[in-house]
C-alpha cells in the first residue's frame, strides 16, 4: 500500500484517481505529519487549514466527476515570498506582518486552478536574501537529517517541508540559488527554470532581473510536471516568454546515452568547496558515464567574478524593489512619528532584519551618482562576460554538471557572523541566474551523513534537456530522495 | 539619505566595517577589462511586450485600504510632510 | 516687466496625459476628477509586493503621434528606467520614467515664424494626489494620499531655453495644446489637469552668453497664472539681483490665492535618483515601418494649415489662427469652400456666427448659406435666423429660406417708396445728415429695417443716399 505520506504525484494520482484515497484523507495525512515534525523542523510559518480543505473539497469533486488531472487533490506548500489572495504573505519579514494580498500570483492560480491544495506557507530568508534561512524575520528553519543544521535558504522552510514528507511538492524561489541550495542541503529535487519561462507577477521581487519560481519535490517527474503546470507566457509579467510551459516535457523521459556533459573546471575549484562534496560528485559523474553519457571539459573563465557582480546587481535591483516598505499602503508602520520622513525611518529600521539593511545599503551604494558606472554598469558588463562562458560551453556540450552547494548543512549560527562566508554558499549556482540559464538540484549521496545535490545546468529554454540528465541519473543511481526521519 | 534604512549613530561603524570587506570583494570587478562588452539589459531575448488599452477592473476602495496601517475617509493617512530644514 | 537691461530666458516642461481609456502599466481605468479617493486603483498602481508593470499600447503611440508633429527624431531602441525616491504620493517608491534612451529628441515647436526647439519627448507615470490637512503645506499635522492619478501615463515635453518672454511661454503653451488636440494625443485642458506646465526661468545681462540662476515654477493650472507666475518671477529675480543679491535655484510653487511664487524648501536639496534601466519592462525596438505609417496619419498640422488658409485662401492672419486652432472649424471651412462657397466670407461666418455657439453646421449647409448672403438674395440677419435653424433641424437653408419666406427685398420701385416714407418721418436725422453727421444715417437705415426687414441694404441705402442729396 503506497505510504500517503512520502509518495511521489504519480503515486498519489493512481490512489485519489482510483477513489481509493480522498484529497481530504490525503491532505489529513499531511496535517498530521505537519503536526508530528513541524514543532522541530520549523519550516511553517503560517498554515492554511481553511483553504485546504476548500480545495481539497473541490478537488474531491473534480475526481467523483472524472474531471481531474496529475496534480488534483495533491497538497503543497507556498514560500512566503509568493502572493496568495487573503492569505498572511510577509516574505519572511516583520515590515509585512499581517500583510494578505488581494490578488493571487499567476503561477500559484494555475497550480490552484488543476486542484493542488495548499498546506500553508513556508518560511524563507527576510525578503530572499540568506543562504540558511537564518534572516527569516520569525525564526530559522531546521535541516529535518540534522536538526542542528541549516536547511539551506533563502528558502529553506520549502525545501525541509518536502524534505520531512509534510508536502509532496512545495513552491520555492531562486534568485541566487535559493532552491537548488536548499534542495541540495535538504537531499530533495529543486528546479529554477529560465529566467521567463514562469510569471513572476505575485513573487514579492527580490532582484528584477534575477528572480524566478520553482518547484521542490521528491522526484524529477514531480518537478517537472509541477512546472509544466506553472509555465508559459503571463500577459501580466512583461519579461515572461511566449513559449508554452510543456515544452519543458518534450523528449524528457530519454537516455542520457550519447549526450555531452560539461564538468567546468572552475566549478570543482572554487573557495571552501569539501572534499565530501567532491567524491560525492565524483560518484556521481561515474554513474552518468556508465549510463552512457561523455564527459567532456570546459571551462567558465569568469565564475571567481560571479559573486561579486551578483552582490551589486542584486542589492542594486533589490535597494530599489524594497523602496515600496514604507508603512502607508500595508505592513507595519511606526505610530508616533513627528514627520513622514521620520515614520519611513523607524518603520524600515524596526521592520527590515540586518541583512536586508545591508543588502539595501550596498545597492543604494552602487546605484548612486558617481559610482554608477564603476558599480552597476560594471557588474552587468561582467555579466555579459559570464553568460557568454556559458554560451561557449554549451558548444561543446549539452549540459552542465557539478556540485550545487560547495559544503553539506552547516550548524545553525556558524556563518551568522561572516557574510562573506554566507555569500560564498552561492557561488556555483548564481552563475545559472546570471545568465538565465534552466537548473536542477537532484540528491546524489551524502557526505558525512549529510545530502550532497548534483547540479544540472542547460542553455537557456533546455528545462527538458536538464530533466533528462537528472532523471536518467535518478533511475541510473537508484537513490530516490527519501523523508527525512526527524528523529 | 541613505535609503531611508534608520541608521542611528552607533550603526555606521557595524555597517561600515561588513561592507567594506564585501565591497573589497566586489572591487576584484575592475580586473576584468569590459571596455568592448555592451551591460546585459534583458538576460532573455523579450522586447515589445505591449498590453492593450483595455481596462479591466481594479479592487475598489475597500479593499484597497485593507491593508493600510492609518486611513481617513478613503485616503491613506501619513503624517506630516516636512522635509528638515 | 523686466527693465531693459535685463534678457528673460525661460524653458518649458509641459507634462500631458495622453488620451487613454487605461493606466499606463496597469489596466485601471483612468477615471476622472471628483472620483471617490482610491476608487480606480488596483494592486498594480498601488505598489503591492509582488507586482509588475506592463506597457499601455495607445500611450506608446499618443507619444510618438506628438514627437512626430513636433518633427522629433525617433530611435529605433527606447527603454524606460526608474527614478528612486520615496515621497507618499509615490507608490512604489520609485517612479517608472525614461533617462538616457527616450521615445524621442530633437524637435521643434513653430511659434510666429521662428522656431521653439524641443529637446525631447518622453513617457512615464504620474503620482498620487496629497491633500494636505490644514491650509499650507508646511504646516499641516498630517496629510491623505489619494492613488487614483498614480500611474496614469504622462506625456514629458521639454523645449530648450528659447523662450523670451511670458507672452511667448504663453503662447508656447498654447500652441503646444492646440497640436495636440489637433493630433488626437490629449485633450490637454489645464483646469482637468490634464496638461500642466512648469517653466524655468532664468534673468541675465543682455548680451551675455552666460545663463542665469533658474527657478522652476510649479502649480500652474491655467494660461493666465502660467503669464502672471512668469511675470512675477521675472519681476521677483530682477529685484534680488539688482538689490546685490544672487537667486538661489529652486523649485517654487505659485499660490493663485496670493498671487505670487514661493519657495518649495522641500526640493531644496538635489535628490540622487540613481537611474537605472526598468530590468522589469524590456526595451522598445521601435519599428521604422510603423513609424511611417503613424507619420502618415498625422492630420495636418495646424502651423501647416494655417500658413495655407492665409496663403491659398487669402484669410486674414486673425481669421485663419481662430480656425486653424480648431480641427473641426478648419475641417468645416475647407469642405464649405469646396462646396462652392466663397472663401473670406465664409470665414466670417465661421469666426462671427459659428464659433461663438459651438454648434457647426454641415459643410454644405454653410456653403448654400453664405452664398445666398453673399449673392444678396437674402439679408446677413435673415442669414443668422436660417442657420439656427439649420443647424438645430439639419435642413437645407434653401427649404427654410422659402417656408419662411425670406426673401431680400430689392426691387428698387418697392424700396423708393419706403425710402421716401423714411425720409418724411425722420425729419431730424435727415437735416443732421444733411448738416454733415454722416452717422445719423445709421438711424435711418435702422427704421427701414423696421419697416421692411427683408430690405437689401445695399440698394436701400442708395437709394436714402440719393433723397439725402
Known amino acids: 500500500m503506497t505510504q500517503l505520506v512520502g509518495s511521489t504525484i504519480g503515486e498519489l494520482g493512481k490512489l485519489l484517481r482510483a477513489r481509493e484515497v480522498s484529497a481530504r484523507e490525503l491532505l489529513q495525512a499531511h496535517q498530521e505529519r505537519i503536526e508530528e515534525v513541524d514543532g522541530r523542523v520549523k519550516a511553517f510559518l503560517r498554515l492554511t487549514p481553511e483553504l485546504a480543505a476548500e480545495q481539497a473539497g473541490r478537488a474531491d469533486q473534480a475526481l467523483k466527476a472524472g474531471d481531474a488531472g496529475p496534480l488534483t487533490g495533491i497538497p503543497v506548500a507556498v514560500k512566503d515570498v509568493l502572493c496568495v489572495r487573503g492569505v498572511e504573505t510577509t516574505a519572511g519579514s516583520q515590515i509585512l506582518r499581517g500583510f494578505k494580498p488581494p490578488y493571487t500570483g499567476t503561477a500559484m492560480a494555475r497550480l490552484f486552478d488543476q486542484g493542488m491544495v495548499m498546506l500553508g506557507v513556508t518560511n524563507c530568508d527576510e525578503f530572499a536574501m540568506g543562504s540558511s534561512t537564518e534572516n527569516s524575520g520569525y525564526f530559522p528553519t531546521h535541516n529535518p537529517w540534522a536538526l542542528d543544521r541549516v536547511p539551506g535558504g533563502s528558502s529553506g522552510g520549502s525545501a525541509a517541508a518536502v524534505a520531512a514528507g509534510e508536502a509532496v511538492i512545495s513552491l520555492g524561489t531562486d534568485t541566487g540559488g535559493s532552491i537548488r541550495q536548499p534542495a541540495a542541503l535538504c537531499g530533495v529535487v529543486g528546479m529554477k527554470p529560465t529566467y521567463g519561462r514562469v510569471s513572476r507577477y505575485g513573487l514579492i521581487a527580490f532582484a528584477s532581473s534575477l528572480d524566478q519560481i520553482g518547484p521542490f519535490a521528491r522526484s524529477v517527474d514531480d518537478a517537472a510536471l509541477t512546472l509544466a503546470a506553472m509555465a508559459g507566457h503571463d500577459p501580466l509579467d512583461a519579461t515572461s516568454s511566449d513559449r508554452a510551459g510543456h515544452d519543458v516535457l518534450s523528449s524528457y523521459g530519454g537516455e542520457v546515452k550519447g549526450m555531452r556533459l560539461g564538468v567546468p573546471r572552475e566549478y570543482y575549484e572554487v573557495e571552501g568547496i569539501e572534499p565530501g562534496v567532491k567524491a560525492a560528485i565524483e560518484r556521481a559523474l561515474q554513474v552518468l558515464r556508465a549510463a552512457g553519457a561523455e564527459l567532456v571539459d570546459v571551462s567558465l573563465p569568469h565564475t571567481d567574478y560571479g559573486l561579486a557582480a551578483y552582490y551589486i546587481i542584486a542589492p542594486a535591483e533589490c535597494s530599489s524593489n524594497l523602496a515600496r516598505f514604507d508603512g502607508v499602503r500595508y505592513g507595519m508602520s511606526e505610530e508616533d512619528s513627528a514627520n513622514v520622513t521620520e515614520a519611513y525611518s523607524k518603520t524600515r529600521r524596526r521592520g527590515f532584519g540586518t541583512e536586508v539593511r545591508r543588502r539595501i545599503m550596498l545597492g543604494t551604494y552602487a546605484l548612486s551618482s558617481g559610482y554608477y558606472d564603476a558599480y552597476y554598469l560594471k557588474a552587468q558588463k561582467v555579466r555579459t562576460l559570464i553568460k557568454g562562458d556559458f554560451d561557449q560551453a554549451f558548444k561543446k556540450c549539452d549540459a552542465i554538471v557539478s556540485a550545487t552547494s560547495p559544503t553539506v548543512a552547516f550548524p545553525i549560527g556558524s556563518r551568522t557572523q561572516d557574510p562573506l562566508s554566507m555569500y560564498l554558499c552561492d557561488v556555483l549556482t548564481l552563475g545559472g541566474n546570471l545568465a538565465g540559464l534552466p537548473g536542477i538540484s537532484v540528491p546524489c549521496g551524502t557526505s558525512e551523513g549529510l545530502p550532497v545535490g548534483l547540479q544540472v545546468l542547460a542553455p537557456q529554454w533546455g528545462e527538458n534537456v536538464a530533466l533528462r540528465v537528472a532523471r536518467a541519473y535518478e533511475t541510473a543511481s537508484g537513490l530516490n530522495a527519501e523523508v527525512a526521519p526527524v528523529g | ?85 | 516687466m523686466a527693465s531693459p537691461a535685463w534678457e528673460v530666458v525661460i524653458g518649458m516642461e509641459v507634462h500631458v496625459q495622453p488620451t487613454t481609456r487605461s493606466k499606463m502599466f496597469c489596466g485601471c481605468a483612468v477615471g476622472r476628477l471628483g472620483d471617490p479617493p482610491n476608487s480606480n486603483v488596483c494592486e498594480i498602481c498601488l505598489g503591492m509586493p509582488g507586482v509588475l508593470p506592463v506597457i499601455n499600447k495607445v500611450a506608446v503611440e499618443a507619444c510618438l503621434k506628438t514627437a512626430l508633429a513636433l518633427g522629433c527624431e525617433i530611435p529605433r531602441h527606447t527603454k524606460f528606467d526608474r527614478k528612486n525616491y520615496m515621497y507618499p504620493d509615490l507608490p512604489k517608491g520609485y517612479q517608472i520614467s525614461q533617462y538616457d534612451l527616450p521615445m524621442s529628441r530633437n524637435g521643434h515647436l513653430e511659434l510666429g515664424g521662428r522656431d521653439v526647439r524641443i529637446r525631447r519627448v518622453h513617457l512615464e507615470e504620474d503620482t498620487g494626489k496629497l491633500i494636505h490637512a490644514g491650509e499650507k503645506l508646511h504646516k499641516a499635522v498630517e496629510s491623505y494620499v489619494d492613488l487614483n492619478r498614480a500611474g496614469v501615463a504622462l506625456m514629458e515635453i521639454v523645449s530648450e531655453s528659447d523662450l523670451r518672454s511670458a507672452d511667448e511661454a504663453r503662447d508656447y503653451a498654447m500652441a503646444l495644446r492646440t497640436l495636440l488636440r489637433t493630433i488626437g494625443a490629449s485633450e490637454a485642458e489645464m483646469e482637468k489637469g490634464q496638461m500642466r506646465a512648469e517653466p524655468n526661468i532664468s534673468i541675465r545681462r543682455h548680451g551675455s552668453a552666460e545663463l542665469g540662476v533658474k527657478t522652476e515654477l510649479k502649480n500652474i493650472n491655467s494660461f493666465r497664472a502660467l503669464h502672471r507666475a512668469i511675470l512675477y518671477e521675472v519681476q521677483r529675480q530682477t529685484e534680488v539681483l539688482e538689490s546685490g543679491g544672487t537667486v538661489v535655484q529652486e523649485t517654487r510653487g505659485w499660490s493663485d490665492a496670493e498671487q505670487r511664487t514661493f519657495s518649495q524648501r522641500s526640493k531644496e536639496f538635489a535628490e540622487d535618483y540613481r537611474y537605472f534601466p526598468e530590468p522589469d519592462l524590456p526595451p522598445l525596438e521601435l519599428d521604422p515601418a510603423w513609424i511611417d505609417e503613424l507619420r502618415r496619419a498625422l492630420p495636418e498640422l495646424p502651423s501647416v494649415r494655417h500658413a495655407r488658409l492665409v496663403s491659398k485662401h487669402g484669410l486674414t492672419a486673425a481669421d485663419a489662427a481662430l480656425i486653424a486652432a480648431d480641427r473641426e472649424l478648419a475641417d468645416l471651412f475647407e469642405a464649405a469652400v469646396t462646396a462652392g462657397a466663397p472663401a473670406r466670407q465664409t470665414a466670417n461666418w465661421i469666426v462671427g456666427e459659428v464659433a461663438p455657439t459651438g454648434k457647426l453646421p454641415s459643410a454644405e449647409n454653410l456653403a448654400e448659406l453664405v452664398r445666398f448672403v453673399n449673392d444678396g438674395a437674402i439679408t446677413r440677419d435673415q442669414g443668422r435666423e436660417v442657420l439656427v435653424e439649420s443647424v438645430e433641424t439639419g435642413r437645407r437653408p434653401s427649404e427654410i429660406v422659402t417656408e419662411h419666406g425670406f426673401v431680400q427685398l430689392s426691387d428698387e420701385a418697392e424700396l423708393q417708396a419706403i425710402a421716401e416714407a423714411v425720409v418724411a418721418a425722420n425729419p431730424k436725422a435727415v437735416e443732421d445728415y444733411r448738416a454733415g453727421k454722416k452717422q445719423a444715417l445709421q438711424a435711418l437705415m435702422a427704421d427701414l429695417r423696421k419697416r421692411a426687414p427683408q430690405a437689401n441694404p445695399k440698394v436701400a441705402s442708395g437709394l436714402l443716399l440719393k433723397l439725402l442729396g
Do not use: C, K
Request: aromatic content about 4%; cysteine-free.
Open chain 2, 1 to 85: 539619505m541613505l535609503a531611508r534604512i534608520g541608521l542611528e549613530p552607533g550603526d555606521e561603524e557595524f555597517y561600515a566595517e561588513q561592507l567594506s570587506g564585501i565591497l573589497a570583494h566586489i572591487d576584484r570587478l575592475q580586473e576584468v577589462d569590459t571596455d568592448a562588452i555592451p551591460p546585459t539589459a534583458q538576460v532573455v531575448e523579450v522586447a515589445n511586450r505591449l498590453r492593450e488599452d483595455e481596462p479591466r477592473p481594479g479592487l475598489g476602495q475597500v479593499e484597497a485600504l485593507a491593508n493600510a496601517p492609518a486611513a481617513v475617509d478613503g485616503s491613506f493617512r501619513v503624517p506630516s510632510i516636512q522635509e528638515e530644514a
